[in-house]
């Protein structure tokens, strides 16, 4: 079966400082892999997806960006981070089924 | 604009107490409707697919349906243990994996 891991599970960073968030997930090959951002009162936002190694899509312009550098690895990275950046940073897979199964989360608070 | 609309925001019910949540898409084709249900601090945990109008599917007390222009997730006779979001999310045709999500129904069932 499929899992999908998720690291830090909770981070406090100061404004200004460098983030990196991993994702990796379990038992499948050539995943489409996403991060979404969740803020309170806010439906899910898509971030990043990726089909394939190095190949990374933008959907919001921002002071984030996201690496893929192994089949199964996705990372989430900032040089600096803003207020702005809080939220519940969540990360999915899914194959050409197109149902996207998500990971536990990262909760980011930026101070 | 492709859009999702979930209503009511919150929804409190008795135990046993059975109802609705409602979910209105504007997509310009709709590749796929999602159910997730969402627990405080964790990922969405995947519940079902739809693909086209007429489409039913159900998963114990659940009961998924979709029109051309909505999505209703039925719940009978609740148990508290089903007190969760519930997010509906929308692909459209061509989206390469985009998912649109509604603000998602905040659902209460007391014993």
């Known amino acids: 079966s499929q899992t999908i891991h998720q690291w830090p599970a909770t981070l406090v960073q100061p404004v200004g400082s460098p983030l990196s968030l991993e994702c990796t997930v379990e038992?499948?090959?050539?995943?489409?892999l996403y991060w979404y951002r969740q803020a309170a009162g806010r439906g899910l936002q898509l971030l990043f997806y990726s089909v394939g190694i190095g190949q990374i899509s933008s959907e919001v312009p921002q002071n984030l960006s996201a690496s893929r550098p192994q089949d199964r690895q996705f990372i989430l990275s900032s040089k600096k981070l803003l207020l702005s950046d809080s939220g519940f940073y969540l990360c999915?897979?899914?194959?050409?089924?197109?149902?996207?199964?998500f990971g536990p989360g990262t909760r980011l608070t930026v101070l | 604009e492709d859009q999702v609309t979930q209503s009511p925001e919150a929804l409190r019910l008795q135990e046993g107490e059975s109802s609705s949540l409602n979910c209105s898409y504007t997509v310009s084709g709709l590749r796929g409707l999602f159910w997730y249900r969402q627990d405080p601090g964790k990922g969405p945990e995947f519940l079902f697919t739809?693909?086209?109008a007429g489409e039913e599917k159900e998963k114990e007390r659940l009961k998924a349906t979709l029109t051309k222009k909505e999505s209703f997730l039925h719940i009978t006779a609740p148990k508290p243990e089903d007190s969760a979001t519930y997010l509906c999310a929308v692909q459209a045709e061509g989206s390469q994996g985009n998912l649109i999500f509604g603000k998602g129904t905040k659902l209460s069932v007391k014993p």
């Open positions: 999915a897979w899914s194959t050409i089924t197109d149902t996207q199964y």
């Open positions: 739809l693909y086209s």
């Open positions: 038992g499948t090959s050539n995943p489409n």
